[in-house]
């Protein structure tokens, strides 16, 4: 899978993680560039809803929920981190506020959510 360098894939955030002590790398970035936006992308013919925080030139983490969960689970961790990372949350297809196709229309398998979140990295 060919995921954007500088990605971190995160499925399900536990604990903390130590971050370098940047002061002013952390001041430059405005109130913006922290503040969580709700966007959505076509993807195949479906709507993917996406949160995504933090400035675009910063490392992202991409945050990947579980089942049978949505993007919403990271409405905390989001704000948290995205003085320092570029933070993109997307709701696989059938959860939370992206498109549900009817079972006949579309394969709910691990492998088609993964086609679906490569052709949106």
Known sequence: MNIVKKTLVVGIFMGTMPLESDAQFTASRSRSETQTMHKTVQIDGLDIFYREAGPKDAPTIL????????S????????????????VAPDYPGYGNSSMPAIGEFEYSFDRFAEIIEKFT
């Open 63 to 70: 945050l990947l929920h579980g089942f049978p969960t949505f």
């Open 72 to 87: 919403h689970m990271f409405r905390n961790l989001i704000p948290a981190l995205s003085d320092r990372f570029h933070m």
